[in-house]
């Protein structure tokens, strides 16, 4: 029965080209498994990404691909026609292609969402959901072209010049879209703000409340809300106050010119002192900077270790105010504009 032939082969290759599909199977699912799990105790020992991508990667090996190369491989041992090695051949090369598409949405699943979903707020985890979806259908697009390029009978070559002719239109017809969909996705990626940041973009100014596909909106520091298109905000020059760790502040006061000498000489030691009196305030520097048409000017900078604007505010008014109390004991006068006319008076003879 052994030497019965069937399609061109003995029953008893038969016989050892199933068992070597089998076995090969079996080994293939043992050899994952004991990767797999050893690779799960180094990612709970270790704080590196590498290990746990390649853990993901190797999680996403499914089931059918390990079969049909299983059986690829048992019939390697078989004499089949040339259009049924053929016909596996071509089987074999697509599920090659649609388990690499598996692993690629798996690393790029991990890289751009599980690595950062811990430490994301619920506005970014929504972000991240849209790059891995995006990236999703970029890779699937792509193992689509080489599935469908490795079947003999498909000129992929004219399918995607016909495609093209098609797709043109529609590039040019969504090109806004697309443009603010990849700013979108920009902004996700390079973070150049977040929601709750204070951002100014020329000469509007408010808190990022949402960021969308299409559209960042900003609430003034008024009430009112500013709608901007992704595009059109990253080709603008944005400041990102929530990022500045201090503040430098620089404030220019003037007194009258019957002001003494000596008083003038205790102005910046007057105002060192109030502002060394402070916490988180850093002192830089006072000086008398100028002889003014109606007043002797000061200048005097202090930084503020903080990034906080009301607290900068709420500073900033107390040390005015401390100044004019200053100035007020050593009977030092705070300059406006003023004109002094002379008449003179002629002397009858």
Do not use: C
Request: glycine share 6%; aromatic share 12%.
């Amino acid at each position: 029965m052994l030497n019965l032939v069937l399609y061109g082969n003995s029953v008893l290759f038969w016989f050892i080209s199933l068992g070597i599909a089998i076995l090969t199977y079996i080994l293939l699912k043992i050899f994952l498994r004991l990767v797999s799990q050893r690779l799960k105790n180094m990612v709970t020992k270790t704080n590196t990404a590498v290990d746990d991508l390649i853990w993901n990667i190797i999680d996403n090996s499914k089931t059918l691909f390990l079969l049909i190369l299983s059986i690829y491989i048992g019939s390697k041992f078989l004499k089949l026609p040339q259009n049924v090695n053929q016909t596996f051949n071509v089987i074999m090369i697509i599920t090659l292609w649609l388990q690499v598409g598996f692993w690629a949405a798996a690393a790029f699943k991990y890289w751009f969402m599980e690595r950062n979903i811990d430490q994301s707020n619920g506005r970014q985890k929504t972000n991240l959901s849209i790059i891995n979806t995006i990236g999703k259908i970029f890779i699937w697009s792509v193992i689509l072209i080489l599935v469908l390029d490795s079947i003999p009978s498909i000129d992929i070559t004219a399918l995607i010049a016909s495609l093209g002719i098609g797709g043109i239109a529609v590039g040019l017809a969504v090109q806004n879209i697309l443009e603010d969909l990849f700013s979108s996705v920009t902004i996700a990626l390079d973070k150049p703000f977040m929601i709750g940041d204070f951002i100014s973009v020329g000469d509007f100014s408010g808190s990022v409340e949402h960021i969308g596909l299409k559209s960042t909106r900003l609430r003034s520091v008024s009430g009112e809300q500013l709608i901007f298109s992704n595009s059109d905000l990253l080709n603008s020059r944005i400041q990102n106050f929530k990022r500045m760790d201090r503040r430098r502040v620089g404030i220019k006061v003037g007194v009258t010119y019957q002001t003494s000498p000596s008083q003038l000489k205790t102005i910046p030691e007057t105002i060192k002192n109030i502002i060394s009196s402070f916490e988180s305030i850093t002192f830089e520097r006072a000086n008398l900077t100028n002889f003014g048409d109606f007043s002797i000017d000061f200048e005097f900078s202090y930084y503020v270790e903080s990034s906080d604007l009301q607290f900068h505010l709420d500073t900033q008014e107390k040390i005015l105010i401390q100044l004019y109390e200053s100035f007020a004991k050593e009977n030092i006068e705070f300059a406006f504009p003023t004109q002094t006319i002379f008449v003179e008076q002629e002397t009858k003879t």
